[in-house]
């Protein structure tokens, strides 16, 4: 199994900082991409950020030069810097990662894995 557990949300003014952590266990023989999403009350879950087992970031517009995508390979977990944060940021986050999983008998399967989320909520 893998698990994905985030850490670090929470209530922050205007112009605030959060930085977001997402670990992931199991039985992982590789994390390939994983991405940061992010749900508000009544709205869609949307995609925020995603970074490429090489490093490589992708970011939405709406958060661009605003937060900072970054992984530890060694530590199996991401990290999602969030700076200037705006009330508009406030949501759900959650953590996705894309991983080739230990099977049975030395097989690999490919998996999507969630986290349970976690809340930040930007005051105005």
């Known amino acids: 199994q893998v698990q994905l557990v985030e850490s670090g949300g929470g209530l922050v003014q205007a112009g605030g900082s959060l930085r977001l952590s997402c670990a992931v266990s199991g039985s992982i023989f590789r994390i390939n991409a994983m991405g940061w999403y992010r749900q508000a009350p009544g709205k869609q879950r949307e995609w925020v950020a995603t970074i490429t087992s090489g490093g490589s970031t992708n970011y939405a517009d709406s958060v661009k030069g605003r937060f900072t995508f970054s992984r530890d390979n060694a530590k199996n977990a991401v990290y999602l810097q969030m700076m200037s944060l705006k009330p508009e940021d406030t949501a759900v986050y959650y953590c996705?990662?894309?991983?080739?999983?230990?099977?049975?008998?030395?097989?690999?399967?490919?998996?999507?894995?969630w986290g349970q989320g976690t809340q930040v909520t930007v005051s105005s």
């Open positions: 996705n990662a894309d991983v080739d999983r230990i099977g049975s008998f030395y097989t690999t399967t490919r998996g999507d894995y």
